[in-house]
């Protein structure tokens, strides 16, 4: 009798733990494009709670288990494993791994949002957050003279965080809307929200990775989210349309315009570009992997290579001490080697094959596709602010069902408090 009055004591307990973690989780990714020390501390708390909920180390195993999981863990482990050849301080070392972080937040919301209510009110809670920064956005810019830390209008961390957190406001609204019945209001107020970050993005955020990633973005959620033969056309449909909007913005037109005449001019460069300094980056990159293919240099050791390798390279009219390559997939080789490429692509598949319902798999997947694309131009897997609201969103997203509670634990005997 006092075991099972033990059970139904520690069940509320538990209950209450997995709201905590769910709202902390949710805390931190909204931490991720407002607020670093949000971001840190909310996770570092929500991984707290979820340790005090029911079950918490069979979850996280049944997670390990799952093909997103095992991508997971053979990631971080052949990160791990490249802290031992590498030349750098130890500390360099383990702050390179570190950055790959999020992803053990990834595999814990696995856990938490198994239910299609706990997944629905995280996407609509950060729909409503990114909106009112959308607007606040906007207002700013009516200020007679406002202080901006990026660019005018850009709020949030920086011009590329803003627009690659409304790209992801984008997805979840659409996934809201259509993904299933819902009333013609809240439908309404989500295509408003679409609209006001649309928007955004094309006459604010002038970030060309999310304009990249609202083409990509956009098309794979009308493919997820129409069904029979007209999926493909839908996905063309909104591919097209999208184009048009950002085409039709001078700011867009001439922020890629300028990307094309640095292109031009990346050979003879002698000063710091986004984009011509970026070929530069890439191509003495690309002569550091062909010195170390297999291997790579080590976690944490690309500065110190970076620096050797362009002092050997008299045809390079730009130079400067880099610390990344701003392509996540040359950071891969150069850190990792082939082993961090296949390691690489064990996520990327544990990604794909990883079972969840509709609408929320198809909307995974187009966030995800849209980081896959940006991720040429930048370490966005690792870049603090959108890896870790990819990572949390992700985890959300693909969350397997909720577990059925065995008979003889807290569900038989107070089933309103289990989680």
């Known amino acids: 009798m ?75 482990a052949t990160m791990a494993l490249a802290m031992f050849w590498g030349d750098a301080p130890w500390d360099r070392r383990f702050a390179e791994w570190w950055s790959w972080r999020p992803l053990l937040l990834l595999l814990v919301a696995t856990t938490l949002f198994g239910s299609e209510r706990s997944k629905d009110q995280f996407a609509l809670a950060l729909i409503v957050v990114l909106a009112l920064c959308a607007v606040a956005s906007f207002l700013v810019l009516l200020l007679p003279n406002p202080v901006f830390i990026d660019q005018p209008g850009v709020i949030l961390r920086n011009h590329t965080t803003q627009g690659m957190a409304l790209v992801v406001g984008v997805v979840l609204a659409a996934m809201l809307a259509w993904g299933r019945p819902v009333a013609p209001a809240r439908r309404l107020a989500l295509f408003a929200a679409i609209a006001l970050f649309v928007a955004n993005l094309a006459l604010v955020t002038t970030g060309r990775s999310s304009h990249l990633a609202l083409l990509v973005a956009g098309a794979l959620s009308a493919f997820s989210l129409v069904k029979g033969r007209w999926r493909w056309w839908s996905a063309i449909g909104v591919f097209a349309v999208a184009t048009a909007i950002l085409a039709s913005s001078s700011m867009v037109r001439d922020r890629f315009a300028t ?161």
């Not at 029911?54 to 093909?67: C, D, F, G, H, I």
């Not at 690309?286 to 291997?295: T, V």
């Not at 040359?330 to 509709?358: C, E, K, S, T």
């Open 2 to 76: 006092s075991s099972s009055s033990e059970v139904i004591q520690a069940a509320p307990s538990a209950g209450h733990a997995a709201l905590g973690a769910r709202v902390l989780l949710l805390l931190s990714a909204v931490g991720s494009f407002t607020s670093p020390p949000l971001a840190n501390i909310a996770a570092a708390l929500g991984l707290l709670a979820f340790f005090f909920t029911t079950a918490a180390a069979s979850r996280l195993r049944a997670a390990a288990t799952r093909p997103v999981g095992i991508g997971v863990l053979i990631l971080l």
């Open 259 to 419: 990307a094309f005449e640095e292109i031009g001019t990346a050979s003879t460069v002698t000063t710091e570009t986004p984009i011509g300094s970026r070929i530069v980056i890439w191509k003495t990159s690309r002569d550091l992997i062909a010195r170390r293919p297999w291997f790579g240099y080590g976690m944490g050791s690309f500065a110190s290579a970076y620096s050797q390798q362009i002092q050997e390279e008299p045809d390079v009219a730009w130079r400067a001490e880099v610390k990344d390559p701003q392509n996540q997939y040359l950071r891969l080789l150069v850190d990792a080697g082939i082993p961090g490429a296949l390691a690489f692509v064990a996520f990327v598949m544990g990604v794909l094959r990883q079972p969840a319902p509709a609408p929320y798999r198809g909307a995974a997947l187009a966030l995800f596709a849209a980081w896959l694309a940006t991720s040429v131009f930048n370490s966005h897997f690792q870049t603090f602010a959108e890896a870790h609201l990819l990572a949390l969103v992700l985890g959300v997203l693909l969350a397997a069902d909720e577990p059925t509670q065995p008979r003889s634990s807290c569900a038989a005997t107070a089933p309103a408090t289990c989680s």
